[in-house]
Every structure is written in C-alpha cells, then in structure tokens.
C-alpha cells in the first residue's frame, strides 16, 4: 500500500472485525492498549521517583550537616513501630502482586481477598504512622512556631533520649532537629499521602472487583495500580533505614 | 482492515510479546527475601560499623527495592523499553542527587 | 517573487463538511472532547488569552522604565508587574506554546495514529492548565507576587507578604499539565506509529518534541517537589530552606534550577521542531543531516540535566562546583550549533521561498544564534559573575525565548494554520507583520545588551539617567513589537471565514499530514497508513505531481 495514498474523503469509520469493548478505537490491539498503559504508567512512577528525589537530596545534604541533631532525631522514633509498619507494607506489596496474580488467571475469590488484604494493611500502616504523628504532636517535635528543642538539650527529661542514652546537645547543634524532623514530615507526609490516594483507588477497584469485574481479561488498571503500590512500597524501603535507623547502636 | 495491522514492522516499536505471568511461588519467595533483608538492616542499625552504617543500610534497601523492581513489578519480564525506562529514572535520580552533593562536599576544599 | 503556494481552484473548492470541526457541536462536545486536535484548539486559544496578558504587562515594564524615575508604580508594584509577566509568560505561555498546540494537533497525525495515546489524560492536561491558570489571575487580582519568577528564598520563604503560596500551587498545578502532556507524546511516539514509520523516517517535530518530553517528565516533579517545600515553610513553618532553623536556600536554587534549566529546553526544542519542518519545506530539500539533527535534540534533552548550576555562579556554590558547570555548559553549545548548521545546509542550493512561515524561521535562526552565543557568555563564569543579574541576562533569554521561541510558534501557526482550520491567512499582511516583529524585537531587546554590559541591574523600577537613551529604545521597541503581535491575532481570526480554500496540501510539503484533508476528519485517517517513504522526500514528491495534477480538497 503506498504511503501516500491516504484517502483524503470521509467514509464509513468501520470496525468489522471483533474486539472486545474494553478496546479503545484507536488502539490497533489489546496487546498494543494494555502495553502501552503499563508504559504510561512507568513513565509517571519516573515521575514520582523525581518527586521524592528532591527530598532525598535534602536529606542526603543536612542529614551530613547535621549528623548529631539526626541521630538524636531518629532516636525519637520508634523502631517498633517502624519495622512493624514495613512488615505491613512489605505484605501488602505481595498480597497486591497475588492480586494482580489472581487477575491474571482469573481467579475472582483470589483477587477479592487479595485487594481486600492489601486495604487492610494500607490502612493499619496509616493508623500506625497516626499513632506516630501524634506522638510527635505532644512532644512538641513538629516543626513550626510550637517546635521545642527539650528533649535534644535537656535528654534526661524525655523518655525515648534516655533510653537511647542521648548525651544533652548544645543548643545550636539540638536546634537542628527541627530540620530533621522537617524532613521526617515532609517524607513521610508525601509517602502517606500517596498511601491515601492508594487507598481510595483500591477502595474504587475493589468495589469492582467484588461486583465481578477484571474477569473478563481487562486487567490493566488493576496491574498499573499494583505498580504504585509497589513503588509506593520501595520508597518505603528507603525511608525506613533513613529515617528511623540512624546509628542505633549509640 | 484486519489483515495489514497482523504484520507488523518489527521496527515500529510494537513489541508484542506474550504477557509472562509470574506466579505465587515466586512472589513467596520474593516476600520471604523482603523480610530476611528488612530484619537484617535492622539488625545492621545496631552493629557499630562507623562510616559503613549507613554504606550497608542503603546497599540493603537498594537489593530490596530490586527485588520489587524486578519481580514484584515484573520488570525482569518485560521489554528493553521498559527496562530502559527505569534505567533513565534512575539515572536522572543519581544526577539530580550527585551533582547536587558536588557543590556541597567542595564548598570546604582549600578552606582548611 | 516565487511560491510554493498551490491552492484549489477557490470557485469550486469547498471546505470539506466532515471533518474534526465539524463533527460534532455544541460546547460539551468540546469541554469533553478527547480528540488530539479539538484539545489542541482549546490550548491556543488559552494560551493566546494568556499570552497578552503576559504582554499586557510587559507593557507596562517598559512604559514605567521610560523614564529613570519611578514614577508610573511604585518600586513595590513593579516588582509584582515583572513577577507576573514572568510566571504567566514561562508557566502558561512557552511551556505549553507548542507542545500543547502544534504538538497536540500534529504527533500522532505525523506518525499515522489516530490520537494520542491517552485522550482522557490529554484533556485532563487542558483542565490542569485551566485550573493553574485561573489560580495564577486569582493571585494577580488578589494583590500579585513580588519573589520573581524564580521564587528565591528566604525572599520567597519569609520576607514577601504577597500571594506566593496561591502562585506556587498554581504553578504545582500547571506542572501536572506539563507532565502529562509529555507523558502523552513519549508513550504516543513510541508505542502508536503506524506501520512502516520507523524512528528514522519520523519528522523532526517529532524528535523535538520527544526530547522536549522528556524533560518534561522527569524535570517537572522537582520544580512541584520544591514549590510544595516553599508552601510547606510558609504555612507551618518546617525548615528546609531556612536559614536561621539550619536549612540552605542555596538549596533551593538547585532544586529549583534542576527543573528550570531543562525547562528552557522544554520551550524551545519543540519550536526547533518546527523550523526544521519550515526549513525542509521552503527549501524543497530534505534536511541536511537528518539523523544529527534528530540526535541533537535527545543531546540538548540530557545535556541539558548536567548544566543547571550555572543560574548560581555568584549564588555561593563552590569554586569547583562553578568550574563543573561551566565547562558542562560548553557542551550544550554543541547540539545547539549542530542544528544551526544543518538548517544552514539545508537552504544551501535549495529553491528558496518566502512565505510567512519562512519569514519567521528566518527570524528564528538569526535571533535564536544571538541568544545562544550570548549565553556562551553568561555560562563562563569569568564574564558570567560581570554580566548576571544585568539586562544582558534579561536580552540573552528574550532573544532565546521571544526572539527564538516565539518566532517559531509564529511560523509554526502560519505553516499549520491551513491545515487546522482549512483556511489560508493573508499572505501579504503576514509577511509584513513578521518583517515589524523582527524590527521591532530587536530595537526592544537589542539596547539592553549595551544596558547590561554597562552594569544596568535587572528587577529596579528605577534607573540612573546616563542608562535613559537605550531605554526609551527598547520602550519604543516595544510599541513596534506590540504591533507585530496584533496583527496576526487580527488577521488569523479574519482568514476564519475570509481566508482562502488552503485544500490539502497547499505548501506541497511531504509528511502524513499534508496527505490528509484539511481540516483533517476526527479519527485523522480513514485507514491507517503504511508508511514506505522515507521522510522529507521532496524529489518523490515532484514525481508524484506529474502524475497528478490536481488536489481535491
């Protein structure tokens, strides 16, 4: 067929040959609609990896500035929490891939438990990280006007700094805290929001998902959202050592 | 009209392969390995290794997010494009880091 | 004078009834169009809105720098005036001027597709842009921004009392638009070509704009990241970028200028895919170097990551860091020349014409050299710490922006405009508004070199007396360039029902989509097509003309 013979009149927009509905008209095939959402998708997760690079280079920089004030900022998290909240997430992550497993072969049962799994432990990773907020609230560890430096210059009077056996800082080096919990909220803040968006996806697909939907083979959305959690789950990854395990064995 | 979209030019960036499903023996696997490296960087935070702390704290989170990368979002199943997709993420990533610290770790050269 | 000009004969041809415009009617049917080419016209015609307003307060800069007093607005108002034509004019003007146009209309039609990749995603871009934009005017009306376009802190952070945080969430918000309009073109490109179309028979305009893509979307989310950590510290206060809490706003000029940089890639690369498809075509001759030229723009793409620092020379990064940079800088220089030169070798032996569109890629190579050269000075950094922070910045940018950029989205418009409403533009009056914008542009922007290099500072409402002379130059500049930006939107809108029957292919230019009627139909081609010539084949074309004689439209 030459290149240029392209018919310059309209004529009938016909579509004879089958296709599933799901199939938008101008995709040549599934095969060509469903690679092309993953690969949208990836280039937005590229999207977000920038987004929370940003902060990563805060982080990298002030965290070399101002070593002390980080060590002690981290010992006022709780490793407890925090390793238990990556165990959540990290199963999350795999019932989330059985989901997309169980799209994959059809399974209906299987997909439902699976997403409905995943809801469960978003949403207990999200209270945990509440519980951790508002401790943070009454210590007045959350920067702004009402930040307070006690527990960094004065250890003995804080819980947490005395069982890490924090030695009191000077008040120059203990005001820096406020930058390490800046970052603390600004990361973690981000994470969680994304955790929220995640949620409400996941609310929406499984709501679907019970009704009988992504049987039909139409799995995109449900594997593209798999991605983001995923990725959700690898940031994660990386703010949890950052984070919370700053030199604890001082 | 069906018949000219069944053959297409290889090199017209229709990749059309089989979609490889990764099973749950592999996600097991997968999620047990998560678990080994999260107890382990843990365990890691507690030992004192000075300036290798936080050296083996990201190598640990790296092979993680790896792993997630590869298997859990099926990248060690899917097209070069892909793959290469991440590899410029990455790469951006590491620019945007690196040659930020660039300026930094020199602000101090030939000042002591 | 010669043309390449063909049209139908205009007592019988008609514009053909079905096409996209047509297609169906009412308001809905364009508010939730998902069709590439409707989106594409409901961008220009916002972009066009905010494009004057941006104008509208350039205007008022140069009337108040008239005289070395400042006497028309206060020094506090002026820097508002300059601020907002600079957010207006990067945010809501260039970044999206072609790409979310010419782009949106012309990608998948010059690849063989019928839309983008994701429609619903593309619309939702406009609304995003929509949205950024009604914020920004919110901010304006409500009493402005006085940071500058580039929001420095602590200036932005804790000394400016204005609407920064209605600003930069707009710009938050614009950014998405940007993203997703990049997300769209790089999935398009790569996954929805028609058979046949391989990466090296794609146009250049393509190329461009993939590359233009990609820094879209990874430069985008840290501008959003970084605007977000300047609202965060306005609101409750954390401590990033604040000094006295230990934060580094040198900081925030490298997340800052990471995006920023890239970003002046981002608004002239596409306007760079557009001189080449003007080039090739008033030269009747392929263009030279293809595959430099298309490898040039993927080069300036990444180049374009490694050099951001030298916004920051006088900033307080370090000597080395200052040395990096500027050596990196250098390298961009290098693609950039590539495609100069190719441009240059291809109207070598071409048979030249002079339409409007040429006019305007001509304007492009000639100012757009200027501003590249210029910015070789700024990017030594011996020169760099004399010459920043003067009006020789400000002239080096405007030649790259309004000098290059804008030249190409004007030639652009005019070498497409055919093909989007079906219509020509009045040859004559083009021409001459094109010849006034280059006389005018440069009698604006030309005097402020001279301004800078003799120690003029950028951003002050007032001025000493001895720097009057250049100015009242420029002013008048102005008032020419003015003038020149008038017309078109007078005569562009008049050729909508006046203009001539433009047929299919009136510029008898190769490419998809001068094979398609015009206004081409909603699903851009009635069958998909298989593509065997190679790109920019003008001799395949002159053949074909002697088979066939005339073009039905």
């Known amino acids: ?38 690969f949208g998708m990836w280039l937005f997760l590229l999207t977000e990896i920038m987004f929370f690079g940003g902060l990563f280079t805060a982080y990298l920089i002030y965290r070399n500035w101002y070593y002390p004030a980080f060590v002690a900022g981290s010992h006022q998290l709780s490793i407890t929490l925090g390793s238990f909240n990556t165990l959540l997430l990290i199963t999350s992550s795999f019932t989330m891939a059985m989901g997309v497993w169980s799209a994959e072969t059809k399974r209906h049962k299987g997909l439902v438990w699976s997403l409905i799994a995943t809801l469960i432990l978003g949403i207990g990773f999200l209270g945990i990280k509440t519980v951790e907020y508002k401790e943070k609230w009454e210590k007045h560890h959350i920067p702004g ?48 929001l994304h955790m929220i968006i995640g949620i409400a996806l996941l609310c929406g697909m499984l709501f679907k998902a019970v009704r009988g939907g992504y049987m039909d083979g139409n ?13 959700v789950d690898i940031v994660w990854i990386f703010l949890f050592p950052l984070l919370y395990l700053i030199s604890r064995h001082q | 009209m069906s018949e000219e979209f069944q053959n297409h030019d290889p090199n017209s960036g229709h990749t059309e392969t089989e979609q490889h499903i990764v099973g749950p023996a592999t996600y ?25 702390n936080p050296v083996v704290a990201i190598l640990i989170a790296c092979i993680k997010a790896t792993l997630v990368v590869l ?42 | 004078m010669s043309t390449i000009v063909s049209l139908p004969d205009q007592s019988t041809a008609r514009v053909p009834k079905r096409n996209y415009l047509t297609n169906e009617n009412g308001l809905l049917s364009w508010l939730l169009t998902g069709d590439h080419k409707r989106i594409a016209i409901l961008y220009l015609i916002s972009i066009t809105f905010f494009f004057f307003i941006g104008g509208a307060l350039a205007g008022v800069i140069r009337l108040e720098l008239l005289t070395p007093q400042s006497d028309l607005m206060a020094a506090d108002t002026y820097n508002k005036v300059f601020t907002m034509h600079g957010v207006v004019m990067i ?3 260039l970044v999206p001027s072609v790409p979310a146009t010419l782009g949106n209309f012309l990608i998948p039609i010059m690849i063989g597709a019928k839309d983008l990749a994701f429609p619903k995603i593309n619309l939702l871009s406009w609304y995003l842009y929509l949205a950024g934009g009604a914020m920004t005017l919110a901010a304006m009306i409500t009493g402005g921004v006085d940071t500058g376009w580039t929001f420095t802190t602590p200036m932005s952070t804790h000394f400016s009392n204005t609407n920064v945080i209605t600003t930069g969430l707009a710009i938050f918000v614009a950014g998405f638009s940007s993203i997703f309009t990049g997300l769209n073109f790089i999935v398009t490109v790569h996954r929805m070509r028609a058979p046949g179309m391989t990466w090296f028979k794609l146009p250049l305009f393509v190329w461009a704009h993939y590359a233009a893509s990609i820094l879209m979307v990874l430069g985008t989310p840290v501008l959003a990241i970084t605007l977000v950590l300047v609202v965060l510290e306005r609101t409750i206060g954390i401590g990033v970028f604040d000094p006295t809490k230990g934060g580094d706003p040198i900081l925030f000029q490298h997340l800052f200028w990471f995006y920023s940089h890239p970003a002046v890639y981002i608004m002239i690369l596409p306007g760079m895919g557009v001189i080449s498809e003007v080039i090739s075509t008033f030269s009747r001759k392929r263009v030279f170097g293809y595959t430099a030229v298309a490898f040039s723009s993927v080069a300036i793409a990444v180049f374009g990551f490694f050099v951001w620092a030298h916004h920051m020379f006088i900033m307080g990064v370090s000597n080395y860091a200052v040395l990096v940079f500027s050596l990196l800088t250098m390298l961009v220089a290098v693609p950039s020349a590539i495609k100069i030169f190719n441009w240059a070798f291809t109207l070598y032996k071409g048979s030249i014409t002079f339409e409007t569109p040429m006019l305007y890629a001509f304007g492009f190579m000639g100012l757009f050299t200027i501003g590249g050269l210029t910015g070789v000075f700024l990017g030594t950094s011996g020169t760099d710490i004399h010459l920043t922070e003067t009006y020789f910045i400000v002239a080096h940018f405007h030649f790259v922006m309004v000098g290059g950029m804008l030249m190409a989205f004007l030639s652009g418009i005019h070498f497409w405009w055919p093909k989007m409403t079906g219509r020509m533009y009045p040859e004559k009056i083009s021409q001459l508004a094109a010849v006034v914008t280059f006389i005018g ?68 230019a190769t490419g998809l989509e001068w094979q398609i009627q015009s206004p081409p139909l909603t699903e851009n081609f009635t069958t998909i097509p298989v593509v065997t010539q190679d790109v920019y084949d003008y001799e395949w074309l002159e053949r074909q003309k002697e088979h066939e004689v005339t073009h039905v439209g």
């Open chain 1, 1 to 38: 067929m030459d290149s240029h013979a392209v018919a310059t009149t309209a004529d009938a927009h016909g579509h004879e040959h089958d296709h599933p509905a799901y199939l938008r008209h101008h995709f040549v095939s599934y095969e060509q609609q469903t690679e092309t959402a993953s």
């Open chain 1, 145 to 192: 006007d009402t930040f307070s430096v006690q527990s960094f210059v004065n250890p003995s009077s804080d819980a947490e700094a005395k069982a890490a056996g924090d030695k009191p800082m000077g008040l120059d080096m203990a005001r820096k805290t406020e930058v390490y919990f800046s970052l603390y909220f600004a990361m973690t803040g981000m994470h969680a």
């Open chain 1, 219 to 231: 799995i995109a959305f449900v594997e593209n959202f798999g991605l983001y959690w995923h990725f």
């Open chain 2, 28 to 52: 097991g696997i997968i999620f047990a390995a998560l678990l080994v490296g999260t107890a382990l960087t843990i365990g890691a935070s507690y030992l004192e290794m000075g300036a290798w």
């Open chain 2, 71 to 112: 298997f859990f979002m099926h990248i060690k199943y899917s097209s070069k494009l892909m793959k290469l997709t991440v590899g410029a993420g990455l790469f951006t990533f590491l620019i945007l880091v690196g040659m930020s610290l660039s300026d930094y770790i020199s602000r101090a050269w030939g000042q002591w």
């Open chain 3, 91 to 93: 945010f809501l003007f």
């Open chain 3, 441 to 508: 542009f440069n009698f604006t922007f030309f005097p402020q070199f001279l301004l800078g290099m003799l120690g003029m500072p950028r951003r002050y409402a007032a001025y000493p007396a001895e720097f009057q002379v250049l100015n009242v130059f420029s002013t008048a500049g102005a008032s020419i360039l003015g003038v020149g930006y008038l017309l078109p939107m007078i005569y562009l809108v008049w050729s909508l029902k006046y203009g001539a029957i433009a047929g299919a292919n009136p510029w008898q």
